[in-house]
């Protein structure tokens, strides 16, 4: 087991490396100077900004520093605003994206796993159907444009919630539903997979041979083994929230790390992009991590090598 | 008796009276793709989507040489107009013609979808079968670095890479590619495993075919199947992909177009009655055209699976036997089975 972790906790490191080092030869790639793109200053001005932002050493030099700051947890300073540090920004707005995102699983996790297993043991019945429509309306219109339509729908017209911002509880309502709506399609098309491939294997014919009620096959038998594949999905399902999110936080005007994100893009603030993909990329590689130690603790079957 | 006698008999045909016959096989005898096709052209869905596919592509194709407008010329004289018989769908804020835009937009979206699912296939086929087929130390790196990068969410090497080259069609691909490899990669490594040691690989060995032409040649049609199915899904997943990338900024840059760029600026306008059309008709596009790439690829899982075959053959059956059954019971005081 140990040895399992520590080699999960390698490529976990690797992975974070790598996507540093990979980001880190992107900035250095782009054409032009980033003082002149973001605000225009004349040349002698802007050539004391990358002479005070180090960027005039030699490339392996600034990579050394670069990774020294991330061992140390920083990610750097923006290029468009004088004076502000990229672990400033994700201490101010991440913990609004991490709000919308675990209200998303805890909203979208149960609601579609319990779909699935309704339109599982209901094969062609009206929820099987319409958990379909569901699945295929959010694998053929763009988030952006279903969520623009729920918005429509349910504020302008009905006026159940508010359009956007980000005040009190009920206005993190919206763009929660629309957050987790590919996830509840997503739980709820696997685990109606699951649930049917399970309940062609032999243990449950031993459990059907044995005379137990139905309800204490399905309950203790189908599901419990249907749930399992599914927690490995849960780490790539987080990187998808924080994805999503770029798109439903700029749509809701929210004040999440993802509109962040978007606006330095637009801006061409390099060195604040990158330092959010990084830390994004941790965010991601650290749940891939747990999920992974997790599945190994949860499920007997799982041999280590 | 008789009764019951007359359902055994359906249950359990006897095949021949003489031992010539026993020899004889029941079920018509097919070959793998006749049938497929047949089955999914069976299938009505499968059908429409093929039909929806096909006219968006030919619209695709001559209706910006058929349409009087050009898509990027601007005219403030005729300035958001609605719909009407002078422009389908509209013009937007400069008098740019909607119908021809959407067009042209769905030719960079194709493109998107069929490079974007294609490029990314190939490099993981070749890296796959250098993988699989040399084995050893390269295999063990080579699985080494997917299991790295796939680690890393496909969208970081999009916003990456597009931030880098810029947003037009290629970069797009590009990015797809870079992101896009190490499933086909991995998945193509294990089939080659798996066929490496098979006698009409050897066959072939023997008669001094390379290692290419055998892979090529002999591997891949035997998986021709999952591939299909493989990229019919990929198709809308690219297209979906560069439509929220279009979205967060990082589409393709005018005056080029795409269908996701066109239903983003379109979306500022969502709640404007008087401009709901720039809305609407890239959206309705985009959307059913990843609709039937979507439901075309899953028929085609469906009418490639040879088990599904067999489940027809023996509903057939069983609906007989009911229907059978059925009528007997309706005869009075006849008891059944």
Redesign the interface.
């Known amino acids: 087991m140990i040895k399992y972790v520590a080699k999960r906790l390698v490529i976990s490191l690797a992975t974070v490396w790598a996507i540093a080092t990979i980001c880190f030869f992107l900035i250095r790639l782009l054409p032009g100077n980033p003082f002149i793109v973001a605000n225009p200053l004349d040349i002698t001005n802007a050539d004391k900004m990358m002479e005070y932002y180090g960027l005039n050493d030699p490339v392996w030099m600034q990579y050394v520093r670069f990774m020294n700051s991330l061992l140390h947890l920083d990610f750097g300073y923006s290029l468009a605003h004088a004076g502000r540090s990229v672990n400033e920004v994700i201490a101010l707005y991440f913990p609004v994206t991490a709000q919308l995102a675990i209200q998303a699983m805890l909203f979208g996790i149960p609601t579609g796993t319990l779909l699935g297993i309704l339109s599982a043991y209901k094969r062609g019945g009206t929820i099987d159907i319409s958990t379909q429509l569901l699945t295929i309306m959010t694998t053929a219109i763009p988030a952006y444009v279903l969520a623009a339509m729920l918005q429509l729908l349910l504020s302008v017209k009905l006026g159940w919630f508010p359009a956007s911002g980000w005040e009190t509880q009920k206005y993190t309502i919206l763009p929660t539903i629309c957050l987790s709506l590919g996830m509840i399609s997503g739980h709820c098309r696997g685990m109606r997979t699951l649930m049917l491939e399970v309940g062609q294997q032999d243990y449950l014919k031993t459990a059907k041979a044995k005379g137990l009620s139905e309800a204490r096959i399905i309950f203790f038998h189908q599901i419990r083994n249907a749930l399992l594949p599914m927690v490995t999905n849960l780490g790539l399902e987080i990187a998808g929230l924080l994805m999503g999110s770029f798109v439903i936080e700029k749509i809701f005007s929210v004040p999440g790390l993802g509109k962040y994100f978007v606006n330095s893009i637009n801006e061409l603030d390099y060195t604040m992009a990158m330092g959010l993909v990084v830390f994004q990329a941790v965010v991601v590689v650290a749940a891939n991590f747990i999920v992974d130690i997790l599945y190994v603790l949860i499920d007997p079957r799982v041999k280590l090598d | 008796m008789s009764e019951t006698t007359s359902s055994r008999k359906l249950d359990f045909t006897p095949v021949g009276e003489n031992d010539r016959d026993a020899e004889q096989i029941i079920r018509p005898s097919t070959r793998y793709w006749p049938e497929v096709w047949k089955r999914l052209f069976r299938n009505k869905l499968a059908v429409l989507c093929l039909t929806i596919i096909g006219v968006i592509i030919l619209c695709a194709i001559i209706m910006p040489f058929l349409s009087p407008y050009k898509f990027d010329e601007v005219n403030l004289l005729s300035s958001s107009l609605k719909p009407s018989a002078d422009h389908f769908f509209g013009t937007d804020a400069t008098g740019r013609d909607l119908w021809t835009r959407v067009w042209i937009g769905a030719r960079a979206s194709l493109l998107i979808g069929f490079l974007g699912a294609l490029t990314p296939f190939i490099i993981g086929t070749v890296i796959g079968a250098v993988a699989g087929w040399y084995g050893g130390r390269i295999d063990m790196i080579i699985m080494r670095v997917c299991?790295?990068?796939l680690?890393?969410?496909s969208?970081?090497y999009m916003?990456?890479?597009l931030?880098?080259m810029g947003g037009s069609i290629s970069s797009l691909v590009v990015a797809m590619a870079i992101s896009g490899w190490m499933g086909s990669a991995r998945g193509f490594r294990g089939r080659v495993l798996q066929f490496k040691n098979k006698e009409f690989t050897l066959a072939a060995k023997t008669q001094g075919a390379s290692a290419a032409r055998i892979i090529f040649r002999h591997i891949l049609p035997n998986i021709l199947g999952n591939i299909a199915v493989g990229l019919s899904g990929a198709v809308?997943g690219a297209i979906?992909m560069e439509?929220?990338m279009a979205?967060?900024?990082?589409g393709v840059t005018p005056p080029n177009i795409s269908l996701?760029q066109l239903?983003?600026d379109g979306?500022t306008y969502?709640?404007s009655a008087s401009k709901f059309h720039l809305?609407l008709y890239p959206?309705l596009v985009?959307?059913?055209m990843?609709?039937a790439f979507?439901?075309f690829g899953n028929s085609l899982r469906d009418a490639l699976d040879p088990r599904l075959r067999d489940e027809e053959y023996n509903a057939k059956r069983m609906r007989k036997i009911k229907r059978v059954l059925r009528r007997e019971a309706r005869r009075p005081g006849k008891a059944v089975v």
């Open positions: 299991d790295i990068m680690c890393i969410p969208m970081i916003i990456l890479i931030m880098v809308p979906f439509a929220g979205y967060i900024g990082l996701g239903s983003t979306i969502f709640m809305f959206s985009i959307s059913v990843i609709f979507f439901m």
